[in-house]
Nanobody, 114 residues
Framework: QVQLVESGGGLVQPGGSLKLSCASSRRLFDFDYMAWYRQAPGKERELVATIYSSGTATYAASVKGRFTISRDGAKNTVYLQMNSLKPEDTAVYLC????????WGQGTRVTVSS
């Protein structure tokens, strides 16, 4: 059984920053990749960023240059550094891992508002 626990969400003003964490109960390198998704009210779930076991990272066009995905193998934790936040970044952010099947966390809410 794999558990993913997100944290770090909250309320931030436009232009601000937040750093999300996703702590895994399994070693990160057991997964083919880990990713951050987000789901805004009334919208479909959207892939935000992915980090592969090789260390390669990819991003959605809407966040490229503002968000950075990273990992700490010693802590079994993946991070999402979010800078220059916009109101349209408001969503529940979820962590996903893949190892023959998908694993999801419960999510952490990010609200960007003045």
């Amino acid at each position: 059984q794999v558990q993913l626990v997100e944290s770090g969400g909250g309320l931030v003003q436009p232009g601000g920053s937040l750093k999300l964490s996703c702590a895994s109960s399994r070693r990160l390198f057991d997964f083919d990749y880990m990713a951050w998704y987000r789901q805004a009210p009334g919208k479909e779930r959207e892939l935000v960023a992915t980090i592969y076991s090789s260390g390669t990272a990819t991003y959605a066009a809407s966040v490229k240059g503002r968000f950075t995905i990273s990992r700490d193998g010693a802590k079994n934790t993946v991070y999402l550094q979010m800078n220059s936040l916009k109101p349209e970044d408001t969503a529940v952010y979820l962590c996903r891992a893949w190892a023959s099947q998908p694993y999801w966390g419960q999510g952490t809410r990010v609200t960007v508002s003045s």
